[in-house]
């Protein structure tokens, strides 16, 4: 079974721009999560989609946000780029739906970086 | 609100001596607790998981945990420490409720020498 995929693996925009990233989670998964990795903040969670409803958000501005397709693949979308979105997106999906964690399954990740 | 504090940011051991990489969590219920692995320019990778069943977790390549409500704790172990484990480890404890939210520890970088 394929793994999570993500697109594309390396970005490099300048402020001001607008960026999409994308993210196919392994076949028969409906959650997806996102994570924004930094050297300064570590992890850092963004959203969590699950039927393609949005069941989680973490405390980032407006300018992050994200969408899921009724195939389960899902797209984040930051606009007004800053200097510091510079960053590693990881993409995670598990099953979703037991209503207990479930193991979830990481991306290789898409590195932005901000110019 | 729960969290995970892994108290050494670096750790270096030699080959075929053990590993022990340290994690404390906080939470207000019982925790499911999870050990990943991040190497170089590649995602992370679930090493272990904890949730309830048995305290002694036992994970991929060789790795183990186990789990102390009395200390509340969660270390991970490895008897013989391979060059190949070289890489960052991160401690991650599951947000609270119907969601997949994991919140992680700071990481701890593991340096294997020959």
């Known amino acids: 079974k394929a793994g999570v995929t993500q697109t594309p693996r390396y970005l490099i925009k300048t402020r001001g721009q607008q960026v999409t990233l994308s993210c196919s989670p392994i076949?028969?998964?409906?959650?997806v999560s996102w994570y924004q990795q930094t050297p300064g903040q570590g992890l850092q969670f963004l959203f969590e989609?699950?039927?393609?409803?949005?069941?989680n958000k973490g405390n980032f501005p407006g300018r992050f946000s994200g969408r899921q397709f009724s195939n389960s693949r899902s797209e984040m979308n930051v606009s007004t780029l800053e200097l510091g979105d510079s960053a590693l997106y990881l993409c995670?999906?598990?099953?979703?739906?037991?209503?207990?964690?479930?193991?979830?399954?990481f991306g290789p990740g898409t590195r932005l970086l901000v110019l | 609100a729960q969290s995970v504090t892994q108290l050494d940011s670096h750790v270096s051991v030699s080959e075929g001596t053990p590993v022990l990489l340290r994690c404390n969590y906080s939470s207000s219920y019982s925790p499911s607790l999870f050990w990943y692995v991040q190497h170089p320019n590649k995602g992370l990778q679930l090493l272990l998981k904890y949730t309830s069943a048995a305290t002694l977790v036992k994970g991929i390549n060789g790795f183990e945990a186990e789990f102390k409500k009395s200390e509340t704790s969660f270390h991970l172990t490895k008897p013989s420490a391979h060059m190949s484990d070289a890489a960052e480890y991160f401690c991650v404890v599951s947000d609270r409720g119907r969601t997949d939210k994991l919140i992680f520890g700071t990481g701890t970088r593991l340096q294997v020498f020959p």
């Open positions: 995670a999906s598990s099953l979703g739906g037991s209503g207990s964690p479930e193991t979830q399954y």
């Open positions: 989609y699950f039927s393609e409803t949005q069941r």
């Open positions: 076949s028969g998964h409906r959650s």
